[in-house]
Structures are given as structure tokens and as C-alpha cells.
């Protein structure tokens, strides 16, 4: 397993970070994952084993259960607390009230307590918005999570699903009014979805923040169980089809990786997080399971190397279209290139 640092900080997190989805299962979530106590402690202690000391939870995850049996696997199995980076974030509804949902400075200083209530800690590595909330003032939200972090409750605040204009003027923010700034940003990302390209990659690289992959297997589509002639019969995108894919493109890329694949014999799954593995940007993979064996197979991941032909070919057959700006900045920007 190797460590990178976290955006512009002397953190140090694992490539691959256990994602906990699949943890509980309340309300929605039950098409993601219903796994017990039991199961939850024997992924834990898999992952921390394999070298994983990065774990990523939210609190609307089953309705605030996936964290609480977090923190109960990492009590119950003795994990070094302090030896972990834990994740989570707040944005979603955690009840029926005006005021139990968004990022409100009431809201978010009232679910971070909850949050360290359910995970057993008193503090959490890495706090982070889960959206953007359209009503609440920026100024607002980074105010409160620089509060938690003054406080010592938060070492790091984050954001997730936010466009690259969004994040740009939260730093603005932050760099003005003297408050904590965000180190990361978690998004989706896959070698069948890599609309983060376009905007966000190159402000990431810009602003030297992490980036936290989720759904690297485009919620089960690359796992290798899907193709163009098998129907989906089974599996998570049978009763919760995100997030939204092209499946023509994506089969067509799937083609590709199982010929690398069969070459190196590897699984499918594993050449599509390899593939986010070798992308510079990218801080760390999100991997959920819904047993040890799958998480096994994603765990291997690591000592997968794609040589130069294998990139291209990956490149060519997922690559986007062009897109305007992107094409004229390319264009005119061809004789200052460093």
C-alpha cells in the first residue's frame, strides 16, 4: 500500500480508502449494501490489515447507522484510533425539520456532535460538505467549519460534488476572511465517466487540493459482470442504476479492459481502479464491499501496473470529446507551453 499526502497538508493517506456505503442499510440505502456488525468488523479489520488506513463514512449513510458501526468496528477489533484517518461529511437530511438538513451553521454544528457521537471519537480527520446547499451563504459555512476546526472537533475540512467554480470561490473566501481551507475534494470519477477532466482536474492540480475517488467502478458497471450481451440480472445497478453512465461507451471500454485483463489475469474491476491508480491527480480510490471476498479482488488493485500501450489504448477508447473552451485554450495556448 503506498501513502500520498493529502492535498497541500503533511497528511498522509492510503491510496486506497475504505468507503462504507454498504454498512447498516436504512431507508434508501438498502439498494447500496444491509451488511451486520459482524461483516462490517471482518471488512474493517481486512482493510486495515492490507495496509488501508483511510476510512471514508457520511452521516446520512443508513441514516447515521453506517458511522455508528464504524466506530463500533474499530472499538470492538482495538484499531488505533489515532492511527486512522477517519472521513465523513454532513449536508443531507438527518430528519423531517426546516432545519435538519443543509449547511447552515446551526445545522453543521449540531451534526458534528452527532457524527462523533455515532463514531465513538473526539474528533474527526477530515470533515466534509457533501453538496452544495444553494441557500446557505458561503461565508456561512466555511465560518462554522473553521469553528470546528479552531475547536479542535475537525483536523481538515473538505467538499464533494461541487463544481470547479464553487470550490474556487470558497478559497477565495477562505484566503480572505483568514479561515481554514478546504484540502480536498471527493467526486466521482471513472475511466467511464471522466467529465471531471474538463474543469476540475486542472483547478485541482492548480490549487494543489487531494482528490478522493467514489464510485470508481461506476456503481458496479465495471465490476466485469456486466456486458453488452449479458442482461443485468443481478448486482447493485439492478435496483439502484447510478450513477448515470453512458453503457454503449462504457461496454466499449469494459471490451478493452478484458483484454488487458485476461493478459495480466486480472479482473476487470481491477484495471478500472488501476487505471485511477496510475491518474496523477488522484489522491485516493474509494472501494466498498459487500463481502471480504469482493473487497479482496479490489484490495489487489495496488500491484496492477498498466505499461504505456495499455494507458493509451485505455486513453483512446474513453477519452472525451472535445469541448469548448477546453479545444481553443488548447489551441492558443500551444506556443507558451512550459
Given at each position: 500500500m503506498k501513502y500520498k499526502l493529502l492535498g497541500n497538508t503533511g497528511l498522509k493517506v492510503s491510496e486506497l480508502c475504505l468507503g462504507t456505503m454498504t454498512f447498516g442499510g436504512r431507508g434508501i440505502w438498502t439498494a447500496i449494501g444491509t451488511l451486520p456488525q459482524e461483516e462490517v468488523n471482518a471488512i474493517v479489520k481486512q482493510s486495515v490489515d492490507a495496509g488501508i488506513n483511510f476510512i471514508d463514512t457520511a452521516n446520512v449513510y443508513s441514516e447515521g447507522l453506517s458511522e455508528q458501526m464504524t466506530g463500533t468496528a474499530i472499538r470492538?477489533?482495538?484499531?488505533?484510533?489515532?492511527?486512522?484517518?477517519?472521513?465523513?461529511?454532513?449536508?443531507?437530511a438527518m430528519g423531517k425539520g426546516p432545519n435538519d438538513t443543509g449547511l447552515s451553521r446551526?445545522?453543521?454544528?449540531?451534526?458534528?456532535?452527532?457524527?462523533?457521537?455515532?463514531?465513538?471519537?473526539?474528533?474527526?480527520?477530515?470533515?466534509?460538505?457533501?453538496?452544495?446547499?444553494?441557500q446557505t451563504?458561503?461565508?456561512?459555512?466555511?465560518?462554522?467549519?473553521d469553528m470546528l476546526v479552531n475547536n479542535g472537533k475537525v483536523r481538515y475540512i473538505g467538499c464533494s460534488n461541487h463544481a470547479a467554480w464553487q470550490i474556487m470561490k470558497a478559497l477565495g473566501i477562505s484566503e480572505l476572511k483568514g479561515?481554514?481551507?478546504?484540502?480536498?475534494?471527493?467526486?466521482?470519477?471513472?475511466?467511464?465517466?471522466?467529465?471531471?477532466?474538463?474543469?476540475?482536474?486542472?483547478?485541482?492540480?492548480?490549487?494543489?487540493?487531494?482528490?478522493?475517488?467514489?464510485?470508481?467502478?461506476a456503481?458496479?458497471?465495471?465490476?466485469?459482470?456486466?456486458?453488452?450481451?449479458?442482461e443485468m440480472t443481478e448486482g447493485r445497478r439492478m435496483n439502484?442504476?447510478?450513477p448515470p453512465v453512458n453503457k454503449n461507451k462504457a461496454f466499449d471500454i469494459v471490451d478493452v479492459m478484458a483484454e488487458i485483463a485476461a493478459t495480466k489475469d486480472v479482473s476487470v474491476a481491477q484495471i478500472a481502479l488501476a487505471w485511477l491508480l496510475h491518474q496523477p491527480v488522484v489522491t485516493s480510490v474509494i472501494i466498498g464491499a459487500k463481502n471480504t471476498v469482493q473487497l479482496d479482488d479490489n484490495l489487489k488493485a495496488i500491484e496492477v501496473r498498466l505499461n504505456s500501450e495499455e494507458l493509451t489504448k485505455l486513453d483512446e477508447v474513453s477519452k472525451?470529446?472535445?469541448?469548448?473552451?477546453?479545444?481553443?485554450?488548447e489551441r492558443q495556448g500551444a506556443d507558451r507551453q512550459a
Open positions: 470492538q477489533l482495538g484499531i488505533d484510533r489515532d492511527g486512522l484517518v477517519i472521513a465523513t461529511k454532513v449536508r443531507g446551526k445545522h453543521i454544528l449540531q451534526q458534528v456532535d452527532e457524527s462523533l457521537k455515532r463514531l465513538q471519537t473526539d474528533y474527526i480527520d477530515l470533515y466534509q460538505i457533501h453538496g452544495f446547499d444553494p451563504p458561503m461565508e456561512e459555512v466555511l465560518h462554522a467549519l479561515y481554514t481551507k478546504f484540502v480536498s475534494l471527493q467526486a466521482y470519477y471513472t475511466i467511464a465517466g471522466r467529465d471531471l477532466e474538463r474543469e476540475i482536474v486542472p483547478m485541482l492540480k492548480d490549487q494543489k487540493l487531494g482528490l478522493m475517488v467514489w464510485s470508481p467502478l456503481g458496479g458497471l465495471l465490476s466485469g459482470k456486466y456486458s453488452r450481451e449479458a439502484f442504476d447510478f472525451l470529446a472535445p469541448e469548448y473552451p477546453a479545444w481553443m485554450i
